[in-house]
């Protein structure tokens, strides 16, 4: 049986720039990196307050990056949804999506390099 969550992994072409994506725009903090046993080059990320870790890896022989649109997301909680946008598009990355008011909040989304999205979710404040 499942314990719990540890990481999920998600496969890029040019790691260097995910890795300053999530450090310099997401504030979250790489943990270790590594070459595994058959060449990918792994990167570990972690947010503050969880425990799951985000696995970023560039494993040229599995062919092209292709992400769909809407296939999947990662969903951060920030604690101010206008003061991150307003960061985050000065670092070139602005909004992809809203802010829009949701039952609980605010969401949005921003595009990571090579086209996954982040959600973006504000709670408690609506406005």
Do not use: N
Not at 48 to 55: L, Y
Not at 82 to 111: Q, T, V
């Amino acid at each position: 049986m499942v314990k719990k969550l540890l990481h999920t992994r998600y496969r890029v072409k040019d790691l260097e720039k995910t890795v300053s994506f999530y450090k310099d725009v997401l504030g979250l903090k790489e943990i270790r990196r590594h070459t595994s046993g058959r060449g990918s080059q792994l990167v570990f990320f972690k947010a503050p307050g969880s425990e799951e870790e985000i696995e970023i890896c560039k494993f040229d022989e599995s062919g092209p990056v292709i992400v769909g649109p809407d296939l999947t997301h990662l969903a951060f909680e920030v604690d101010d949804l206008e003061a991150f946008a307003r960061e985050a598009d000065a670092k070139g990355y602005p909004l992809s999506d809203g802010p829009h008011a949701s039952g609980s909040g605010k969401i949005a989304f921003i595009d990571a390099p090579e086209g996954y999205e982040i959600e973006l979710i504000e709670r408690g404040r609506v406005g």
